[in-house]
């Protein structure tokens, strides 16, 4: 057997593979956040750029298989290390009636933050998933994809400049699309009608992009690559543009879609 000081014990384990797997997820929200930018951005010429990203994205050999193991995995393995630190965790970045340390600096209020926006990720994430991966999900029906939006008078000209077919039975609107990605930007533009969902998505997003960010400067320090004060200093401005430039990309598709696409 080893002695005790040789062993690595399994916190540790946990707090790496945890930390690793915090770099992939923002490496793939900045991926996910650039793709559905797409669908407002001026870049995209309103929404083209998002379907041909769509549509490379959906002919994936075993997507589902590739999406479980690169996103699904990573996702619940930090969850269920993030959740165990999020409850054990103590916060002391508020005010306290002396019975418990009040801290109310920088560093702190980022700690907190950091576990009150993982929360935030935990419901999104959850919600996110149920209604984009399997309520909202285009149905491919003979090499087509169907989804149901509801009528507005912009729609028509839009389905009209991207090949898409409409049914409507009153409110509801049956639209066909000869490519998931059409198919896929009806479906944000649709969602993103409702001022509930933009409400919902911008705390969201605004969560996520400071999760990501101030997790990203946590992940450096984690692996000593920023141990001085001074290095630790110099990296919060890039933390900062990293987490413009995540609600950036985000914003656009939330506030976008449905106010600009035309
Ligand atoms: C888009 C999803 C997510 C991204 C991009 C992300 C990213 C990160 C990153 C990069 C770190 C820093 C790791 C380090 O300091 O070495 C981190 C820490 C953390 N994450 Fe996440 N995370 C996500 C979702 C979640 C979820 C769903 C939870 C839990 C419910 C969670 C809980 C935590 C906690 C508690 C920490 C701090 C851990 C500590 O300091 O020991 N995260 N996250």
Redesign the pocket.
């Known amino acids: 057997m080893q002695p005790a000081e040789a062993r690595i014990s399994s916190a540790f384990i946990w ?1 790496r593979v ?2 690793l797997m ?2 992939w ?2 490496l793939y ?1 900045a991926e996910h956040l650039l793709v559905n930018s797409q669908a407002a951005l001026w870049l995209g010429e309103w929404g083209h750029v998002f379907i041909q990203m769509v549509n490379s994205l959906e002919s994936i050999p075993y997507l589902p298989v590739v999406e479980t193991v690169l996103i699904g995995v990573p ?1 619940v393995i ?2 269920v290390w ?2 165990h ?2 409850l054990t965790a103590k916060l002391n970045s508020s005010k306290s009636d002396g019975t418990a340390p009040s801290l109310p600096y920088g560093r702190n209020r980022a700690f907190t933050w ?2 009150l926006t ?2 935030i ?2 419901f999104g ?1 959850l919600g996110h998933v149920i209604q984009m991966r399997f309520l909202e999900q285009p149905k491919k029906v003979n090499e087509q994809w169907v989804v149901q939006v509801s009528a507005d008078e912009r729609l028509p000209p839009l389905a009209e400049k991207l090949g898409v077919q409409l049914v409507s039975e009153g409110r509801v609107v049956h639209a066909t699309a000869n490519s998931p990605g059409a198919a896929m930007l009806l479906v944000v533009r649709d969602t993103f009608k409702s001022p509930l969902m933009i409400v919902l998505y911008t705390i969201f997003l605004l969560a ?1 992009a400071f ?2 960010f101030n ?2 400067w ?2 450096l320090i ?1 692996w000593g690559i920023i141990l001085s004060a001074r290095s630790q200093r110099a990296m919060i401005p890039l933390s900062i543009v990293g987490m413009g430039l995540l609600t950036f990309l985000g914003l656009a598709a939330i506030w976008g879609s449905y106010w600009l696409v035309k």
Do not use: C, D, N, P
Request: glycine residues 14%.
């Open positions: 707090r945890h930390s915090g770099l997820l923002v929200l996702l930090h969850g993030g959740i630190r999020a950091q576990r993982s929360w990720l935990l994430i996520a999760h990501a997790g990203f946590t992940f984690t």
